[in-house]
């Protein structure tokens, strides 16, 4: 695996001259975000979710659009004026974003409310849509239930009447969460270096990892359409034949299905309550040295769209500059069809651990198996194969002061092994605790309360009072009231903020909002910090 060439702006993920090869200027990029709909609950973050992906490509290219609220409309994505003055629709350009709703029926049909009319319509929907016959070659939906992969669904069935030379499209198999920085972590992600399936799927599970992003690939053949999801990571023009379709997800095990394959969930209230005092990210960039040395890598060259760069023989070392680190030790073999058990990558991933000194600084305990899962199907006859394990990750959560962290994006240690068992992949977002104290900075306890630390009141009075004052509970309490708790995500723990960390109740809810839609949301209620 070469390392790429990444200036301090990151790599610039273009091919060739966009003046030269595209029609009618550089046609590189556009999006499209929905906040206020015609006929749907509103959502407040998907502005953010396409500025975030557009502003990475706005440091070699000026976009083409970014549509927003009312003016996303349906002409914009069907085949009569989706390259509208070669400039303006999803067909426009070459890379193409949506942040909003989604939704999808039971025979595959999937559809976006949208935030105008025109023609009478206020949706898009894929039947209709007729992309990459003009110059689209990457679609990413980052909506709820965009690229379906299980009960009956798969992207073939959902995508490809209105795939005429596409050749990747990013979703989701779940009900997603409202959030804006989709689109940052993906780029974030991508200059690791990693594929952009693999970035799609990594920048999701720093949200939720109770989501399963999807991807969809194709190509003249299995190993072509295969190929494009394990490698592709430059914006190529040319388009290709969907002669046959491979789709990748990140399928989190439900403790329901495999009691064993998730930790337990506690919700008691600590003990005691403390705050962690986290080891500065710059002090603990000064260990990269020995960090290098654990994995037999070159010291890394120096810092690159803030990261920490090396690479030798096949492996890759990443840092970040608040310290966090990935290493790609090799590609997973792709011989042996038959995954790990739960328990043997359990075992093997605790061997890791120790051989790596990856709890060397900090204490972790198991927390999930996450598998990424692979299918495919035949143009010629369009059946889906049976889906398959490519890898088993093992996570590992950071424990601090006897309770998990529980912030999605930090406190892991996670290791990917391949159906032979050997480890292809470290990913490492633990932080150092340097001291606990009980003097919080934030003391979620009303004056009088009793003064021996614990909190007068349980985490789920703390977490119902922290939905009731959420900005969609608040937004729409009428269809708010119609919500679930999404399973194994409720738990009482340490939330990461910079150099801090503070005991919270967190979950994650899923709000029915009629007509298909749903939309999840994280609730967070600080008990101290």
Same mark, same amino acid.
């Given at each position: ?311 030798? $023989? ?5 840092? =970040?500059? &608040?310290?966090?680190?990935? +290493? @790609?030790?090799? #590609?997973? /073999? *792709? ?73 999605? $994006? ?5 290791? =990917?092994? &391949?159906?032979?068992?050997? +480890? @292809?992949?470290? #990913?490492? /977002? *633990? ?99």
């Amino acid at each position: 695996m070469a390392v790429a060439d990444i200036s301090m702006l990151g790599e610039n993920p273009m091919t060739g001259n966009p003046q030269r090869d595209a029609r009618g200027g550089a046609r590189v990029f556009g999006a499209c975000s929905v906040e206020t709909f015609v006929d749907q609950s509103a959502l407040s973050l998907t502005h953010e979710d396409a500025a975030g992906w557009l502003d990475y490509l706005r440091q070699w290219q000026v976009p083409n659009f970014h549509f927003q609220d009312g003016g996303v409309q349906a002409w914009q994505y069907e085949e009569d004026y989706d390259n509208w003055q070669d400039t303006y629709g999803a067909d426009a350009v070459l890379a193409f974003y949506h942040s909003g709703h989604g939704g999808m029926g039971g025979d595959g049909n999937f559809w976006a409310p949208l935030g105008g009319t025109w023609d009478g319509r206020n949706a898009a929907v894929a039947s209709n849509m007729r992309l990459g016959n003009e110059i689209v070659n990457y679609v990413f939906w980052s909506t709820c239930t965009s690229c379906r992969v299980k009960d009956g669904h798969d992207p073939y069935r959902t995508w490809s009447q209105a795939n005429l030379g596409f050749r990747m499209l990013f979703g989701f198999e779940t009900v997603s969460v409202d959030n804006g920085d989709y689109g940052r972590f993906f780029w974030e992600e991508y200059n690791h270096p990693k594929s952009f399936a693999r970035a799609w799927m990594d920048a999701s599970w720093r949200i939720s990892q109770a989501q399963e992003p999807s991807v969809v690939a194709v190509g003249t053949d299995a190993n072509d359409a295969g190929a494009r999801l394990q490698n592709e990571r430059t914006l190529e023009w040319g388009h290709v034949p969907a002669n046959y379709w491979s789709w990748l997800w990140y399928d989190r095990a439900r403790s329901a299905i495999e009691p064993d394959a998730v930790a337990a969930r506690s919700v008691e209230p600590p003990s005691e309550l403390r705050v962690a005092e986290l080891l500065p990210p710059a002090e603990a960039l000064q260990n990269v040295r020995d960090l290098a040395s654990r994995f037999d890598l070159p010291n890394p060259a120096g810092p690159t769209a803030g990261l920490l760069l090396s690479a030798s $023989d096949g492996r890759a070392l990443s840092v =970040t500059r &608040d310290g966090r680190y990935e +290493v @790609t030790l090799g #590609e997973p /073999t *792709a011989d042996n069809p038959d995954p790990l058990s739960v328990d043997e990558a359990k075992r093997l991933a605790a061997k890791a651990l120790g051989a790596y000194g990856l709890d060397r600084d900090i204490d972790v305990e198991f927390d999930v198996i996450r598998r990424m899962m692979a299918g495919g199907a035949s143009a010629e006859d369009g059946g889906a194969s049976d889906p398959r394990v490519l890898e088993t990750t093992v996570q590992f959560r950071q424990i601090i002061n006897g309770l998990p962290v529980v912030s999605q $994006d930090a406190g892991d240690v996670r290791i =990917t092994l &391949d159906n032979d068992g050997r +480890v @292809t992949r470290v #990913e490492d /977002t *633990a932080r150092r605790v340097t001291q606990l104290t009980d003097r919080p900075t934030r003391l979620v306890q009303p004056p009088g309360a009793e003064a021996d630390g614990r909190p007068p009141r349980d985490p789920e009075q703390l977490l119902g009072e922290a939905w009731r004052t959420h900005r969609a509970r608040a937004a729409h309490s009428d269809a708010a009231e119609r919500v679930v708790p999404v399973a194994d995500t409720t738990e009482v723990g340490y939330h990461i903020r910079g150099n801090e960390a503070g005991l919270v109740a967190r979950r994650e809810i899923e709000v029915d909002f009629g007509n298909g839609i749903h939309k999840r949301y994280e609730v967070l209620a600080p008990i101290a910090g």
